[in-house]
């Protein structure tokens, strides 16, 4: 953590990496042309906005509301910044991101493994576990696909850097290049950790969840995954408080798993991108100068 308890997060987008503190967002990105860019909007999280969406539980829904909402606006403001700001073509990964198809893909996800096994009658522990198994193995499907593209690719190395530069600072407040290439491109509190929980605790509940009509069914499936989602981040949190318990190794296996296909090992150019968006990100939420000797090196954004 930094000296102010600051946490921080992130993820890869489009030329760069995304960093995000209580107070808002850190974009460093590299464009087409070569130029290093950093871009930061001040924003406060809804799980810091009140006591309601702070609340344990709820502060999971909150998690996952925050996520999806600044990552879509992150991936579609840095294909900007990475075309510089030109005309181009939309990338596979923004039309992916858009809210249309994220919204189409997660009713995949929810839906989908219903609808099949609804075709065959097993008893309700046996239909929610094999829709649980179904859930996760579309969605490791979806990635494995999507990570065969060239963007994907070049995303999952900016997110190795990501997850390095953020243990780095965690560890030892230390954003120094040689530092940071010490620190392994898995971390325990990585979104793709988060996503395998809600799979994980939803293969371990849904055969509780009572046979009904498919109109019901969609509702309580829909239910199930905001409830999942705060279990699930209650428990990223004890994980990464307990990260040598025994518990919080079990749940966190899933994630770290998923991260050897969702992260690849990044090259010297993207890991000096991930510490921009990281410096900038701290520059701005601590109100510190200490990074200025990195943040000089690349051209601020001021509007998205």
């Known amino acids: 953590m930094s000296d102010l308890d600051i946490s921080y997060g992130g993820q890869a987008v489009i030329g760069g990496v995304l960093i995000q503190s209580p107070t808002g967002w850190s974009l460093g990105i590299r464009d087409r042309s070569n130029n290093l860019q950093r871009y930061y909007q001040a924003r406060i999280p809804l799980i810091k906005r009140t006591k309601f969406w702070g609340a344990p539980l709820i502060r999971g829904l909150a998690a996952l509301i925050d996520s999806l909402y600044v990552g879509v606006k992150a991936i579609?403001?840095?294909?900007?910044?990475?075309?510089?700001?030109?005309?181009?073509?939309?990338?596979?990964?923004?039309?992916?991101?858009s809210y249309t198809a994220l919204i189409g893909i997660l009713v995949?996800?929810?839906?989908?493994?219903?609808?099949l096994v609804e075709q065959i009658e097993y008893s309700q522990v046996s239909t929610g576990l094999l829709e649980g198994v179904l859930r996760g193995i579309i969605v490791i499907v979806y990635i494995y696909l999507i990570g065969k593209t060239k963007d994907a690719q070049e995303l999952f190395e900016y997110h190795g850097a990501e997850h390095m530069t953020i243990a780095a600072y965690e560890d030892i407040q230390s954003l120094d290049f040689n530092d940071v290439k010490k620190y392994p491109k898995e971390h325990i509190r990585c979104g793709t950790s988060f996503l395998f929980l809600i799979v994980f605790v939803s293969l371990l509940t849904l055969p509780f969840?009572?046979?009904?009509?498919?109109?019901?069914?969609a509702i309580?499936?829909?239910l199930h995954v905001g409830l999942v989602a705060m279990i699930s981040y209650e428990i990223l949190k004890f994980n990464f408080k307990n990260s040598s318990s025994l518990?919080?190794?079990?749940?966190?296996?899933?994630?770290?798993?998923?991260?050897?296909?969702?992260?690849?090992?990044?090259?010297?150019?993207?890991?000096?991108?991930a510490i921009l968006a990281m410096a900038n990100c701290i520059a701005n939420s601590e109100q510190t100068n200490k990074f200025d000797t990195i943040l000089r090196n690349a051209k601020e954004i001021n509007h998205g």
């Not at 579609?76 to 991101?97: A, Q, R």
């Not at 995949?108 to 609808?115: D, K, N, Q, S, Y």
Request: proline share 6%; no cysteine; aromatic share 10%.
């Open 76 to 97: 579609t403001l840095s294909e900007k910044i990475y075309s510089e700001f030109e005309e181009h073509e939309e990338s596979l990964l923004s039309k992916i991101f």
């Open 108 to 115: 995949l996800m929810i839906a989908g493994p219903r609808v």
């Open 209 to 217: 969840i009572p046979n009904l009509n498919l109109f019901l069914t």
């Open 220 to 222: 309580t499936r829909i």
């Open 247 to 273: 518990i919080a190794k079990f749940f966190a296996s899933p994630g770290i798993w998923t991260q050897k296909i969702t992260t690849k090992v990044p090259s010297n150019e993207q890991i000096e991108v």
